[in-house]
């Protein structure tokens, strides 16, 4: 679906899933045609298997070539992109193996975040995670209309959570590896025990963070990695059984050329 021609917005600071803008400093063509990417690839609106054509693209964006090779660029370093020999940009599709793999680290990340971000939090940090915590629990998920609202809030709960570690490195790592998962996430997990089982997730985890109860937000991040990973595979094993369905790969369910979003 055409989103129209890319426009001078406000910068925003922090990474998100989202293309939402706050007010700062005026962004660049590259950074612009940069979120939108990404949040198209995170959202599965562009999803895994698809191959980008760069002068449609720059057609739909109302941009020329270069700033978006440039944001296609940044994507590839982030591994939101593949850049393949004389095929130019694809979204790279995980097999079943390598969603288990990405899972599994994942845990171990997110749970060593979860304990030095609630040894260190502040008040303030408390106060914004709470106050997405509240956004997320006041959507009704089962609404299509919300649903897509849902899954970048409970995005940035986590990032905002992981982010109160102030470990550059370690919330670079722990985004990537999310990302690399999020789009999985968004086709295949709009299912009403996986979305309550979160909810109730996300309020035990912030109250461990609120506590500073470092053990527990640390367990509790490590068991909702894990749930993500039962939960997808459980999809995946759905999908498989039915005629025709996927067996270790989701590439030939979604490959597809993009022309335009």
């Known amino acids: 679906m055409s989103q129209g021609p890319i426009k001078a917005r406000p910068q925003k600071n922090e990474r998100d899933s989202s293309a939402d803008e706050t007010p700062g400093e005026a962004q660049s063509l590259p950074e612009l045609a940069y979120r939108r990417l990404r949040a198209n690839i995170l959202s599965a609106r562009i999803p895994p298997g698809s191959e980008l054509r760069q002068e449609r693209l720059a057609k739909e964006y109302g941009i020329s070539r270069v700033p978006l090779r440039e944001a296609m660029s940044r994507l590839n370093a982030e591994r939101l992109l593949v850049q393949l020999p004389r095929r130019g940009y694809v979204v790279p599709s995980l097999t079943c193996d390598e969603i288990v793999e990405i899972c599994e680290i994942s845990m171990l990340l997110e749970e060593q975040a979860a304990v030095v971000a609630t040894r260190v939090r502040t008040g303030r940090d408390v106060a914004e995670v709470e106050s997405i915590l509240q956004e997320l629990e006041a959507l009704d998920a089962t609404d299509p209309e ?40 968004r086709l295949e997990m709009d299912l009403l025990d996986h979305i309550q089982q979160s909810t109730v997730d996300h309020r035990n985890i912030f109250e461990a963070f609120r506590t500073q109860d470092t053990e527990a937000a640390g367990r509790l991040s490590r068991q909702h990695a894990e749930n993500i990973k039962a939960h997808l595979l459980n999809s995946f094993a759905n999908d498989s059984a039915k005629p025709g369905g996927r067996k270790t790969s989701l ?11």
């Open 146 to 185: 919300e649903l897509e609202s849902w899954h970048i809030l409970a995005y940035k709960f986590h990032d905002r959570l992981f982010r109160s570690a102030r470990r550059r490195r370690l919330h670079e790592v722990v985004a990537n590896f999310r990302d690399a998962v999020e789009p999985y996430m």
């Open 251 to 261: 590439k030939d369910s979604f490959e597809r050329v993009v022309d335009a979003e």
